[in-house]
């Protein structure tokens, strides 16, 4: 067993398990979401990458998904088809493209994230979940790092 240099890896189990409750019915309201729009979860995903990432290619988006690029060009076929992406040529090496979001994507985004405040406003009964926004940006912010940083191994 791995030496813990203090209480905190015990003080925090609480809080790990309840992030994977958390995990989990966010993936099955996120699945849920999707077939509500008539898209899966990885269209869903994809979109809101391109969404925070405006001008991302295919291979950075491919990384972030942790996905082939053929799985990720299929992805993108599938939301251009759609209507929700395009594809846009470099000026300068028009063989290279970056990822846009077209006005309908825009809108699907739209419709999520209405249905995201819809359902979190009812868990939120007494304003109070806006004080840990700190806390859970701490938290998105170390996990990031861990998992850039490839800390713990495992």
Known sequence: MTAHPDDSYEAVAPLSQTLHRL???????RSHVARSLAMTPAEL????????????????????LATSDGNTAALIDGLEDA?????????????LVTLDLTDDGQHTLVKMRTAY???????????????I???LDNITTTLNMAAKNGYPTL
């Open 23 to 29: 995990d989990e019915a966010h993936r099955r309201f």
């Open 45 to 64: 995903t994809a979109l809101l990458v391109i969404a925070v990432t405006p001008g991302i290619s295919p291979s950075s988006l491919a990384a972030d």
């Open 83 to 95: 209507g929700l992406l395009h594809r846009v040529p470099s000026s300068t090496q028009p063989h």
């Open 117 to 131: 405040r819809t359902v979190l406003g009812q868990a939120d009964t007494d304003g109070s979940l806006t004080a």
């Open 133 to 135: 926004l700190p806390q």
